[in-house]
């Protein structure tokens, strides 16, 4: 079957050229047709819990792109120091992160 095919092409070049202008012809005049749908917004439900929580932290944030956390130690201390840690964890519960994991000491979930 395939050397029928091969040489039927060897044949009829002309043919074989005509319609893969042909073809490309039909695919170029359809190429401004073709779209790419980044906005994943578009394809989820508008009323899902989650879709809703991105949207009211993107309108707090004003992007999806950074969060960034900044921690400041107190007089005499370090971010590394637990008790530090923690006192940053409680401010980012009172600012209303509420989906955060909190851990203690030993890397077990509360």
Do not use: Y
């Not at 923690?86 to 077990?108: I, K, N, P």
């Amino acid at each position: 079957m395939i050397g029928l095919v091969a040489r039927w092409i060897a044949h009829h070049p002309v043919w074989v050229l005509l319609g893969l202008g042909a073809i490309t012809i039909f695919f170029g005049v359809f190429v401004p047709r073709i779209g790419f749908l980044s906005d994943f917004k578009q394809m989820l439900p508008q009323d899902d819990p989650a879709v809703q929580r991105f949207e009211e932290t993107n309108k707090i944030f004003g992007s999806q792109s950074v969060v960034l956390v900044a921690m400041a130690a107190p007089e005499g201390s370090t971010v590394f120091n637990l008790g530090t840690l923690r006192l940053d964890f409680d401010s980012l519960l009172m600012a209303g992160v509420h989906d955060a994991a909190r851990t203690d000491a030993s890397g077990s979930a509360r």
